[in-house]
């Protein structure tokens, strides 16, 4: 004699075995989304964590210090010795450098993405970001731009591709005189 099932007990046993498919599903994507994205995230933190290193190492006068803090993509241009120039020519203007914010004061961020040209592939996006910070120095302040570029958004570096010190008009202790800055040979 066969054993008469009943519906209700086949109906729960196919919904919580969907149930059960589905938080699978879910777990599965998490941990994909979780080690896909580290790079984003670890990227962005040392981001964050590169431009006041960078800025202790200026005010250290530890330009190699800095220098490890660029990207390796861009070192042969942006050396120890190229950002000690630029710190320089600002120090002999407003002095030494006195204080930076512990965060930047103004961010800019673009991104684009591509085909290839050889197959019409979709190419990973790009990323570019730049950070301003307004430094104190002795004399008056400057501003120092920071720029991040990333050609794969999901293994960012956040190291250094560009740098720059700019002074400040305000800060500047070039003051023009009374004379007339006309040709004398009239």
Same mark, same amino acid.
């Given at each position: 004699m066969q054993q008469k099932k009943n519906p209700v007990f086949l109906f729960l046993g196919v919904c919580g075995g969907c149930v059960l498919i589905g938080f699978i599903g879910v777990g599965v994507l998490g941990i994909v989304g979780y080690n896909k994205g %580290?790079? &984003?995230?670890?990227? /962005?933190v040392n981001m964050a964590n590169n431009m006041p290193a960078f800025l202790m190492n200026l005010k250290a006068k530890n330009y190699d210090g800095a220098a490890a803090l660029v990207n390796t993509q861009v070192a042969p241009e942006l050396t /120890?010795? %190229?950002?000690? %120039?630029? $710190?320089?020519? &600002?120090?002999?203007?407003?002095?030494? !450098?006195? *204080?930076?914010? /512990?965060?930047?004061?103004? $961010?800019?961020? *673009? *991104?684009?993405?591509?085909?290839?040209?050889?197959?019409?592939?979709? %190419?990973?996006?790009? !990323?570019?970001?730049?950070?301003?910070y307004r430094l104190k120095y002795k004399k008056g302040s400057a501003t120092a731009t920071f720029k991040f570029y990333e050609s794969d958004i999901l293994h960012m570096s956040g190291k250094v591709t560009g740098f720059d010190i700019q002074a400040d008009g305000a800060g500047d202790s070039?003051?023009? *005189?009374?004379?007339?800055?006309?040709s004398d040979k009239d």
């Amino acid at each position: 004699m066969q054993q008469k099932k009943n519906p209700v007990f086949l109906f729960l046993g196919v919904c919580g075995g969907c149930v059960l498919i589905g938080f699978i599903g879910v777990g599965v994507l998490g941990i994909v989304g979780y080690n896909k994205g %580290k790079g &984003v995230i670890d990227g /962005a933190v040392n981001m964050a964590n590169n431009m006041p290193a960078f800025l202790m190492n200026l005010k250290a006068k530890n330009y190699d210090g800095a220098a490890a803090l660029v990207n390796t993509q861009v070192a042969p241009e942006l050396t /120890a010795e %190229k950002i000690k %120039k630029i $710190e320089e020519a &600002v120090e002999k203007k407003l002095g030494p !450098l006195e *204080s930076f914010p /512990a965060k930047p004061e103004s $961010e800019q961020h *673009s *991104s684009s993405a591509s085909a290839d040209t050889n197959t019409g592939a979709q %190419k990973m996006p790009t !990323l570019e970001y730049t950070w301003k910070y307004r430094l104190k120095y002795k004399k008056g302040s400057a501003t120092a731009t920071f720029k991040f570029y990333e050609s794969d958004i999901l293994h960012m570096s956040g190291k250094v591709t560009g740098f720059d010190i700019q002074a400040d008009g305000a800060g500047d202790s070039t003051k023009k *005189s009374g004379k007339s800055e006309t040709s004398d040979k009239d």
